[in-house]
């Protein structure tokens, strides 16, 4: 039997600002220990989530739960958050304000103190304690954002772009400190758009598209249902393809090799056909799944149509 898993769970979020539907029936959940990669396009809904998750945003329907609770007051002060217009008292010095925001969250003063040490040493502005806010560097001042939705040792991580505007050495510490939050045990949500880098880092990945969730699962699992498409390397295309009226040409021929695509509505067998039209038509050297980026995989299913530009057109 499976282990029971504390999950922070998004259902049925709707959200409307004036006319703009931001959510429409936003559903997904991230369970503890795990990191999720939250992608979409510019607008699509993400911070509006994340907003809501945390509290400073209302849904207008739908329910955020914590280990089947409601996230009420106490489970906010649990959550690590690093909103997307990021939210340091610009004038404040980085070491006081860290402390400050980790008192505000009911740590006692030595505590605070230690913790404000330990992320700013963690994160590499450890000599910035003394300086405003305002005089680091932006990449500087989102690691003290970072350290500042740390320092009161959350439960849950929910960090609204946290990479953006960050050097390769301040990626490769944030990804570190975000493993080592999951590993112990921490949900750690984060929006990105760059898909290498959730690729790489997420457990599991949620593709939002126009408020709602259009693809949600491990980068395997993601990668492993979205377009069918096979290399073949075997006897010319124009010899075989034309069998299989459900397949088409998707790249073109490198080195004797193509790349072929089922098309919409093909059957689950297409590729059986494939390889048997192909061996008719000579001696087949490769025939292999072609698995889609995840920035592939994004561009599909983020450029395919909504279902109210489909009823538009009708
Ligand atoms: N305070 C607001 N007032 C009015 N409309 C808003 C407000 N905040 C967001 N919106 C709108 O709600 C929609 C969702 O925005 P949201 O910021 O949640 O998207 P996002 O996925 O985080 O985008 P991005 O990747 O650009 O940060 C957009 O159409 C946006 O213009």
Known sequence: MDRWVATLAFDALTKAYGDVQALRGMTFDVRAGEIFGFVGSNGAGKSTTMRIAVGVLAADSGTVTWDGRPVDHAVRR?????PEERGLYPRMKVGEQLVYLARLHGLDPAAARASMEHWTEVLGVAGRRDDEVLKLSLGNQQRVQLAAALVHHPEILVLDE???GLDPVAVDVMSTVLREQAAGGVPVIFSSHQLELVERLSDR???VR???MVAVGGIDELRSTGDRRW???????ADWLPA???ARLSDGVDAGRVVVEAVTGAPADVDQQLLRAALAAGPVREFAVVRPTLTELYRHVVTAETPEQ???RA
């Open 162 to 164: 946290p990479f953006s």
């Open 231 to 237: 290399v073949v390397d075997g006897p010319p295309a």
């Open 244 to 246: 299989v009226p459900t």
């Open 205 to 207: 990945v949620g593709i």
């Open 78 to 82: 649990r959550i690590g958050y690093m």
């Open 210 to 212: 126009a408020g709602s």
């Open 310 to 312: 489909a009823g538009a």
